[in-house]
């Protein structure tokens, strides 16, 4: 079955280590997308691919940062940077630039910062 | 200020119940979405919309383009609705996505 997988579900680090979450997708979409999801309210774009070797900044994209050398895998990583990084991460996919025809979610990585 | 509001923020139901949840939006759009968000964190597309009413079992979704609102409609609630309620648009500009915040439902036994 298609789908996108996010690994791993929970992650544990400390603080000041960078962390990589995983997306991959076997859809065949163009475009992928990484939000963050804090309590109270709605997702928010961190950053975004329409294709690949190609990305592009979201609303909240500072002390992140992300490739895409593969159409299927759109990794993120939280570097030291980030001021806040305890979160729910999600992933997402869609055949066209921004869900115009739908989205595909993954499952979510829970991110602790301790 | 938020391009999608939700309401109710909170919606506690008895089983069986018919539940409403309201979407309005203040920017142009080509497209409308109400997600499916269960505790585990996961997310299900349920409905994308650009005019008009579709149905999908006990759910129903609606818009009025007009004036920039939709709403779902959950007929015989079942506990099993219990979940968060995301409204999304597109943005007819095609490069922004918009989130509400959702809607958190439990439908009790």
């Known amino acids: 079955d298609g789908g996108i997988t996010q690994s791993p579900k929970y992650l544990f680090r400390k603080e000041g280590q960078n962390v990589t979450l995983s997306c991959e997708q076997n859809?065949?979409?163009?475009?992928m997308y990484w939000y963050r999801q804090d309590p109270g309210q709605g997702l928010r774009l961190i950053y975004y691919s329409q294709i690949v070797n190609d990305f592009q900044k979201g609303d909240i994209a500072e002390g992140y940062s992300v490739s895409r050398e593969k159409k299927e895998s759109f990794p993120l990583t939280v570097t030291s940077a980030q001021k806040n990084p305890t979160a729910f991460y999600l992933c997402?996919?869609?055949?066209?630039?921004?869900?115009?025809?739908?989205?595909?979610f993954g499952s979510g990585t829970r991110l602790t910062v301790v | 200020k938020n391009e999608v509001e939700q309401s109710p923020q909170n919606l506690t139901a008895q089983e069986g119940e018919f539940i409403t949840i309201n979407c309005s939006y203040s920017?142009?759009?080509?497209?409308l979405h109400w997600l499916q968000q269960h505790p585990g964190g996961g997310i299900v597309s349920l409905f994308m919309?650009?005019?008009g009413k579709k149905k999908h079992g006990r759910l129903i979704a609606t818009i009025n383009i007009q004036e920039k609102h939709s709403s779902l409609h959950i007929t015989a609630s079942h506990p099993r609705d219990s979940a968060v309620y995301i409204c999304a648009v597109c943005s007819n500009t095609g490069n922004q996505f918009y989130f509400g915040t959702g809607t958190s439902l439990t439908v009790i036994p």
């Open positions: 997402a996919s869609s055949m066209s630039p921004f869900g115009l025809y739908g989205y595909t």
């Open positions: 859809l065949n979409h163009d475009a």
């Open positions: 919309l650009s005019s």
């Open positions: 920017v142009g759009i080509s497209a």
